[in-house]
């Protein structure tokens, strides 16, 4: 009698910590997607017009830009970017030096509640360097701007020729 008990202890066993095993394969999953599916990351902040700069072979570089609206109650300070196709990724304004237009860095901008910001040609962008690859329409490109609250902002950009050009628009030559 003993001997049967300790069978059906044993046989039970396993089965039941399977199942434990799984209830917590449950919830630990449930858990990781919890904030993926929550969290809002660009809540407030609104990104328009967002492209990057399509570029011959072998250009090393490009540029990105964008229409950005703080719509927060709180001002946002920008103090990097990145992006899935470049190895680094600045923010740059122009500026003109001597008659000839240069390139600056920034260490980072500023929205004011309810400020837009225009990134655009001649002007402040975002300057992607040294690119992973050539990037043509239609690849699937991220930028991603860093707060100073250590929060990232990412939003998906089209690959344009030039400004106002769609993916796959004409060209002006
Ligand atoms: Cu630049």
């Not at 500023?110 to 992973?132: F, Q």
């Not at 089209?158 to 993916?167: C, H, I, L």
């Amino acid at each position: 009698m003993v001997q049967y008990a300790e069978m059906v202890g044993r046989s039970k066993c396993p089965c039941w910590s399977r199942k434990l095993k799984r209830i917590w394969l449950t919830v630990l999953v449930a858990g990781l997607c919890m904030p993926a599916l929550g969290a809002e990351p660009a809540a407030g902040v609104v990104f328009e017009d967002v492209w990057i700069r399509a570029m011959p072979p072998f250009q090393p570089n490009s540029a990105g830009y964008m229409t950005i609206s703080n719509s927060r109650e709180t001002a946002i300070g920008i103090v990097g970017a990145s992006s899935n196709v470049s190895k680094k990724t600045e923010i740059h304004t122009t500026r003109q030096v001597d008659g000839l237009m240069r390139m600056e860095q920034l260490d980072g901008v500023a929205l004011a509640p309810g400020e837009r910001l225009e990134l655009a040609p001649g002007g402040t962008h975002l300057m992607l360097l040294g690119l992973e690859y050539r990037p043509v329409a239609g690849d699937d490109i991220e930028l991603c701007l860093h707060l100073v609250t250590e929060e990232t902002l990412c939003t998906s950009a089209e690959v344009r020729k030039s400004a106002g050009s769609s993916a796959g628009g004409h060209e002006h030559h």
